[in-house]
C-alpha cells in the first residue's frame, strides 16, 4: 500500500456549505426529534473511524470553543465490506463482528451521533475475494447489490454510503476484471432506491475511473469526493462543484499538525466545501482537531470525554 494511504486495521477484512444543510430539520432514525448543536460557518468537516479498534461516539466529543457547533458533520463507519460467494457467484454485502457490534447497537452507537446532527455513513470496502464496484458484469447483477446497500441503510437507519474501491482484487475466485458499465449501474440503481440519502466516493481505485457509460454520467449522483492520500493535497477528478470535494485529506494523529493546518487553510482559500480526516480515535486529539478548526471555523476544537 502506498505509505500516505490510510493503514487500515482489518480484523476480515460535506461551500462552502454549512451545518445548517446538515442540521436544520433534522430527525433522528429513531423518530426522536433531533438535539443538534448550534449551526457553525464553514466547510463540511468528515471524520472516518476505524471501528474495529474505536467507537463512533468519538465523533461526538469535539466542539467548537466559539459557538459550540460540532466539529465533524459527516461520520463514516469503516468499513463493511463487498464479498464473493463462490457457490452462487454472486457479491453480497458482508459485516465482520465489529461493524455488526455497532448496527446492532444503533441505539447507543449511531443514534447520539444524529441526535446531535451528524449524518452516519456506512463506508463499503473491498475483501480480497475479487467481489467490487466495478466488475458487476450485468445491470441485474449491480442492481442486486445496490438493494443490499439501500437495505441496509434503511434498515439500520442510516444517513448514505460511502465506496471505497480497495482490496478487491479483481479475477481473484475467478471473477471478471472491471469494466466501463459496473459501476455506473451500481450508482445509478442506489441513487433510485434512496434519492435523499448521501453517496459518497473515496476517489480511488478502477470504480473511480469509470463513472460515465452508454450516455450517463453518475458524477452528479455523488453528493461528497475526496482525496484518499492522507497529507496531501489532490484535487478529486469528478466533475462536482468545489462546495462538495475534499482535496485536503489528513490522519489524525498521523499527519503533522503545521500539514494539517497548511492543508485546511488552503481548503478555505481555493474555496473548497469539505475537509477529510480518518482514525479518529479514542484519545484527547484536541490539539490536532484545533489545527484545522482554527483555520476552517476560527475557533479551537474542545473535547469533552
Given at each position: 500500500?502506498?505509505?500516505?494511504?490510510?493503514?487500515?486495521?482489518?480484523?476480515?477484512?460535506?461551500?462552502?456549505?454549512?451545518?445548517?444543510?446538515?442540521?436544520?430539520?433534522?430527525?433522528?432514525?429513531?423518530?426522536?426529534?433531533?438535539?443538534?448543536?448550534?449551526?457553525?460557518?464553514?466547510?463540511?468537516?468528515?471524520?472516518?473511524?476505524?471501528?474495529?479498534?474505536?467507537?463512533?461516539?468519538?465523533?461526538?466529543?469535539?466542539?467548537?470553543?466559539?459557538?459550540?457547533?460540532?466539529?465533524?458533520?459527516?461520520?463514516?463507519?469503516?468499513?463493511?465490506?463487498?464479498?464473493?460467494?463462490?457457490?452462487?457467484?454472486?457479491?453480497?454485502?458482508?459485516?465482520?463482528?465489529?461493524?455488526?457490534?455497532?448496527?446492532?447497537?444503533?441505539?447507543?452507537?449511531?443514534?447520539?451521533?444524529?441526535?446531535?446532527?451528524?449524518?452516519?455513513?456506512?463506508?463499503?470496502?473491498?475483501?480480497?475475494?475479487?467481489?467490487?464496484?466495478?466488475?458487476?458484469?450485468?445491470?441485474?447483477?449491480?442492481?442486486a447489490f445496490a438493494k443490499q446497500l439501500s437495505d441496509a441503510v434503511a434498515q439500520y437507519g442510516l444517513d448514505g454510503i460511502d465506496f471505497d474501491d480497495e482490496y478487491a482484487e479483481y479475477g481473484t475466485n475467478g471473477t471478471a476484471q472491471p469494466n466501463d458499465s459496473s459501476f455506473v449501474h451500481l450508482v445509478t440503481a442506489l441513487r433510485a432506491n434512496m434519492p435523499d440519502k448521501i453517496i459518497s466516493l473515496y476517489n480511488i481505485g478502477p470504480a473511480a475511473s469509470r463513472l460515465s457509460y452508454g450516455g450517463v454520467d453518475i458524477s452528479s449522483d455523488f453528493d461528497y469526493a475526496w482525496n484518499p492520500y492522507y497529507g496531501t493535497w489532490q484535487v478529486p477528478g469528478i466533475a462536482l462543484p468545489k462546495s462538495r470535494l475534499s482535496p485536503a485529506a489528513v490522519e489524525i494523529g498521523r499527519t503533522s499538525r503545521g500539514t494539517t493546518a497548511d492543508l485546511a487553510r488552503r481548503t478555505v482559500d481555493e474555496g473548497y466545501g469539505v475537509y477529510l480526516t480518518y482514525n479518529l480515535d479514542g484519545s484527547d486529539r484536541s490539539a490536532d482537531v484545533s489545527a484545522f478548526t482554527r483555520e476552517l471555523y476560527g475557533s479551537e476544537a474542545v473535547y469533552t470525554p
Open positions: 500500500m502506498f505509505t500516505l494511504v490510510r493503514r487500515k486495521v482489518r480484523t476480515a477484512a460535506l461551500a462552502l456549505s454549512t451545518a445548517a444543510t446538515l442540521l436544520v430539520g433534522a430527525t433522528a432514525a429513531s423518530g426522536a426529534p433531533a438535539d443538534p448543536a448550534p449551526v457553525k460557518q464553514g466547510p463540511t468537516s468528515v471524520a472516518y473511524v476505524e471501528v474495529n479498534n474505536n467507537s463512533m461516539l468519538n465523533v461526538g466529543k469535539y466542539t467548537l470553543a466559539n459557538g459550540g457547533g460540532n466539529v465533524f458533520d459527516v461520520a463514516v463507519i469503516f468499513a463493511a465490506n463487498i464479498n464473493y460467494d463462490t457457490g452462487t457467484n454472486k457479491a453480497y454485502l458482508h459485516f465482520n463482528d465489529n461493524v455488526q457490534r455497532v448496527l446492532d447497537n444503533v441505539a447507543t452507537q449511531i443514534r447520539p451521533l444524529q441526535q446531535k446532527g451528524i449524518k452516519v455513513l456506512l463506508s463499503v470496502l473491498g475483501n480480497h475475494q475479487g467481489a467490487g464496484f466495478a466488475n458487476f458484469t450485468s445491470q441485474q447483477a449491480a442492481s
